[in-house]
């Protein structure tokens, strides 16, 4: 009898461990690259780069980029996670690199590799700062002080505002991105995991004593699936092992032509919504950036109104010294006038006889006479647009002393 029940005993647990290999093997079985292209095709358009091969360009709306339209950071054991409110949001930000192409925009090149992000990170006193990491960069080039990224590339949050549902709200204007940058430093939070090495950002404790609150940790729990869905502390993602594949392709490649004729792009729905049920204090929080940029503008205003007065100003000196060129070039010209009628006078004087001279000067004297009436006459003109050259002073006296 004893026999028996350790025969059954050891039957039931090589089955039991032949399922759990079998559903481990599972689990491991990777996809390839054709998984990327079948799934992301209703969602934008494959093209053909002569660098990075196959790309895609997603169906967005204008103003998209990745790792800043449409998100948000999550605190997770991988470290700082991207969670995307886009429905095909499980795979571009975690799997692969972004670039920005000046013809179509911001492209994405898929990778084998999964991260919570790939992207760099910066600090500077009062600033958290992330950008996108290219394709082809290394991670020791990435996460070092040489990698340069376009500063408008850059996003920066108030260190109060990181981990933000709503951080969109918050993002620092990128005209001061390049200040930031050149004061900043790099977080070098480097982890090793899922086959490669991703940047985790900065630190759980740095940031709860930076904003005040503490971080709760999310769970990343895997799909069988592509898609993702968030809860209020667990975060399913769909993250396969991925393989590149010999004969994966996408069924359509759009050509350049066909990409430039349809530039109105459809925003994709969200998967997360926002929250919808703030109190008075979050909802006067997110309308602080927009009543500070009404309380701006009249300052702006005015600034341009001084700047539109010393223009005018400055155009109606030009004007006047303009007019006292012509004036001069016309009292001259009226001299040389009246210094040839004089020469051409003496010259007849000295050609005539003493008896003659009396007779023949009156008709000289006459054409010199009718000269120096026109010039008068054209003198005269002259003075009564002088008045003009004062009114540039008038209007130019105080923008002088507002200089």
Not at 13 to 40: C, P, R
Not at 344 to 359: A, G, L, S
Request: charged residues 25%; proline residues 6%.
């Amino acid at each position: 009898m004893k026999t028996i029940k350790k025969i059954i005993f050891i039957v039931v647990l090589l089955v039991g461990m032949m399922g759990l290999t079998s559903q481990k093997a599972t689990a491991q079985v990777a996809v390839s690259f054709q998984m990327f292209y079948d799934n992301l095709s209703v969602h934008g358009s494959w093209i053909s780069d002569p660098t990075y091969g196959y790309v895609w360009s997603p169906s967005v709306g204008a103003g998209f980029a990745p790792y800043r339209t449409n998100g948000y950071w999550v605190y997770t054991d991988y470290g700082w996670t991207w969670v995307s409110n886009y429905s095909w949001g499980w795979g571009p930000f975690h799997y692969g690199r972004w670039f920005y192409d000046p013809f179509y925009g911001w492209l994405w090149a898929p990778d084998t590799v999964w991260a919570p992000a790939w992207v760099t990170w910066r600090y500077y006193d009062g600033y958290y700062g992330w950008a996108p990491i290219a394709p082809g960069i290394s991670i020791d080039i990435a996460f070092g002080n040489s990698y340069s990224v376009p500063y408008n590339q850059w996003c920066f949050v108030r260190e109060r505002d990181f981990g933000r549902r709503n951080i969109s709200n918050y993002y620092v204007n990128s005209s001061n991105n390049t200040t930031i940058i050149n004061n900043s430093t790099v977080i070098n939070n480097v982890r090793s995991g899922n086959g490669g090495r991703y940047n985790a950002g900065p630190s759980r404790d740095h940031v709860q004593k930076k904003t005040g609150n503490a971080v709760a940790e999310v769970n990343i729990k895997d799909r069988n699936q592509p898609g993702q869905s968030m809860s209020r502390n667990e975060l399913q993602l769909y993250k396969p092992n991925v393989e590149r594949g010999n004969k994966a392709a996408p069924a359509k490649v759009t050509s350049r032509n066909e990409a430039k004729a349809t530039p109105e792009r459809k925003t994709e729905a969200r998967i997360v919504r926002p929250e919808t049920n703030r109190n008075a204090k979050e909802e006067r929080q997110l309308q602080r950036p927009k009543e500070q940029q009404r309380i701006n503008e009249p300052a702006r205003q005015k600034e341009n109104l001084g700047t539109k007065a010393r223009e005018k100003a400055a155009q109606e000196e030009r004007d006047v010294r303009r007019f006292e060129q012509n004036v001069n070039e016309q009292e001259q010209q009226i001299q040389r006038v009246e210094q040839r009628a004089r020469e051409r006078e003496n010259k007849r004087i000295q050609r005539q006889q003493p008896t003659d001279v009396q007779p023949n000067a009156a008709p000289a004297r006459s054409e010199i006479q009718n000269q120096r009436r026109e010039l008068q006459q054209r003198g005269n003109n002259v003075e009564k647009r002088t008045p003009v050259r004062q009114q540039p002073e008038r209007i130019n006296e105080p923008s002088r002393q507002g200089r």
